[in-house]
């Protein structure tokens, strides 16, 4: 049983959310405030649709329901992605209470690896367009039964789980010096293709009938804005929600375009 005045206290207490909002793409962009009352478990999303419910600043200003991306709300779809207290991550995990400051302020900004849409929600075509240059699929004609698929080990089984957590949530891509904010569609294929798809490119590799495709993805990440571009600072593996070995995925795949070299200046 919660004593009556312990409930009083959780239900008073407030925090100040301070919020980068831009009305559109190019536009300028402001800071919010607003003052939103939380209680144990509440998380950013929480706040974000109570101040969808009372868009009104801590000034007293009206506003408007800030704009933001989210899916399943459990760290699975990777759509609620943001820069929260300085930092990428997830939203939908980020627990008022674990990320709170001292001064009791939580501050929230749009990523800067992609174009903004509206105040907190980006355009991660880029990224999605990388996962189609890698060929980021198993290659399958028909949808009849070919039986049994081939077997696995389990060591490769253990390194393609770990691999396919990946939920294209953009934290990496965010955290890397390498990739920049690149807005015209004609410079992403000279631009940094990112940690992401260099590891999903390893992944379906890896994959006994995704395989027949690995040598296309190998040439593909030979090339300028692969895996040479990679400057190993290896911020990503420590943003990473799911904890993938992305900078073991750049090694393998580095590994992967230096033998593919070699055998293509052997075979002419």
Known sequence: MVAPNSRKDEESRT????????????????????????????????CLQWIAAHPHTSEGTDSTPVVYDSGCLEE?????????????????????????????????EPMSSFPVIR????????????????????????????GAGPMESPSTQLTRYQLSQCMSCGCCLEA????????????????FIGPQAISQARYFNLHETGSILSNQRVDMISGMGGVADCGNAQNCVKVCPKEIPLTESIAAMGRAVTVRSIRKFFQG
Request: charged share 25%; net charge negative; hydrophobic share 35%.
């Open 15 to 46: 925090v100040l959310i301070r919020i980068r909002r831009q009305d559109g793409p190019g536009k300028p962009s402001r800071w919010e405030e607003f003052d939103v009352p939380y209680s144990t478990g509440a998380n950013v999303i929480s």
């Open 119 to 146: 105040d907190l929600a980006v355009d991660r075509a880029r990224l999605f367009d990388a996962l189609e240059r890698v060929r980021g699929w198993v290659p399958i004609d028909g949808t009849y039964d070919l």
């Open 76 to 108: 699975v779809c990777g759509a609620c992605t943001m820069v929260i207290n300085g930092g990428v991550r997830q939203s939908c995990t980020a627990l008022i209470e674990n990320i709170i400051d001292s001064s009791n302020t939580i501050t929230l």
């Open 176 to 191: 890397c010096p390498q990739y920049n904010l690149e807005s015209d569609e004609e410079a992403w294929d000279e631009a």
